[in-house]
């Protein structure tokens, strides 16, 4: 029989109670995906991280150019350079490409090149140098037929890396050079072998193939030799670089330390070699800007004129404010981020 006392006391009981709260399930926020890769030539696995741009599940056709970059693990460089490469999908300033990084393990054995005494480099690195060779010979024979296989390539690759790894970028375009199209060298530790790559760079560049390469080189508040062979491969590019090798040197030793040089210059980096045009727009009289009527006949056919990196005026936003009535929906390709020391690769 049912008590109502009891029924009534419990319901009293439940009611008083306070709510407890339920957590709301997290949910991961996700900025590539990882394959292990089998490699017959490291003898040993070796995993990778990718990241696709949006576009390339927006149209099921198109094509993209891959930045591989170094110390890419999912633990290491590559989820804070994801992110730079995701910047473009809110700012355009750059063409979409596909990142895939590249996990090191050993990395002051794997990415070093060979020298002549091994005795000094195990004292003062703990590791043995000359892997470079086994592991290009990996990237060439192993990852980019894995890449361009597996993901719609347009044929066009980039390396990537700072410090050590760009060392090795350096070493892989002058011993190399055709095994990449695009070379980011970010602080490359061009001490190494007192200086050896910046002595013998003009050697290189003379017995060169020809090609459509590129070279994006900065280096920040270094010193000694680190300083001093990054300056020496400059004159060997300024003197001895093919015609059909574009390249720039951005020096921030003004503004950057080794430490935070990688990411202000990956971003310029990737400005500068996958720049996209854009246009000036009138701004709208809310915000200061002039009464926005319809367009002139020469206004009209500047924005009906698909905007190319071949039809677009370099300029820089400074100089486009000085001129802004001029240039209203003309085609600009912006030099964004530090200028450049010297170089012939145009923006």
């Not at 995701?86 to 990084?101: D, H, K, T, W």
């Not at 037929?145 to 719609?152: A, D």
């Amino acid at each position: 029989m049912i008590s109502w006392k009891a029924l009534g006391a419990a319901l009293a009981l439940a009611l008083a109670a306070p709510l407890v709260a339920q957590e709301p399930a997290a949910e991961p926020v996700v900025v590539g995906e990882t394959y292990t890769v089998p490699s017959a030539v490291l003898g040993s696995e070796r995993r990778i991280a990718v990241r696709l741009p949006a576009e390339y599940a927006a149209d099921g056709e198109a094509r993209f150019p891959v930045v591989f970059m170094l110390d890419g693990g999912p633990a290491q460089d590559f989820p804070h350079i994801a992110g730079i490469a995701q910047s473009r999908e809110m700012n355009y300033s750059f063409a979409p490409f596909i990142l895939v990084g590249i996990e090191s393990v050993n990395r002051r054995h794997e990415l070093a090149p060979p020298v002549a005494d091994p005795k000094p480099y195990e004292e003062s690195l703990r590791a043995t140098p000359g892997g470079s060779g086994k592991f290009r010979r990996f990237l060439a024979e192993e990852l980019l037929p894995f890449v361009e296989g597996r993901y719609r390539t347009d044929g066009r690759t980039a390396l990537m890396g700072e410090s050590l790894a760009a060392l090795f970028v350096i070493e892989t375009l002058l011993e190399t050079p055709g095994l990449f199209d695009d070379y980011i060298a970010i602080s490359p530790s061009l001490w190494w072998e007192e200086m050896k790559y910046g002595k013998t760079a003009a050697d290189y560049f003379a017995r060169f193939p020809a090609g459509d390469r590129r070279l994006y080189l900065a280096t920040a508040n270094e010193g000694d030799w680190h300083r001093e062979g990054t300056e020496r491969l400059v004159d060997a590019l300024r003197a001895h670089a093919p015609g059909d090798l574009g390249w720039t040197f951005v020096d921030a030793g003004d503004s950057e330390t080794h430490g935070t040089l990688y990411h202000p210059m990956a971003l310029d980096a990737f400005r500068a070699l996958y720049g996209t045009p854009s246009r000036e727009y009138k701004s709208y009289p809310l915000i200061g800007g002039p009464e926005v009527g319809e367009r002139t006949p020469e206004e009209q056919a500047r924005y009906d004129t698909e905007c190319t990196r071949e039809n677009s005026r370099p300029t820089t936003p400074g100089a486009t404010a000085r001129g802004r009535e001029r240039l209203y929906y003309e085609c600009l390709l912006y030099d964004l981020g530090p200028t450049p020391r010297e170089g012939t690769l145009g923006r």
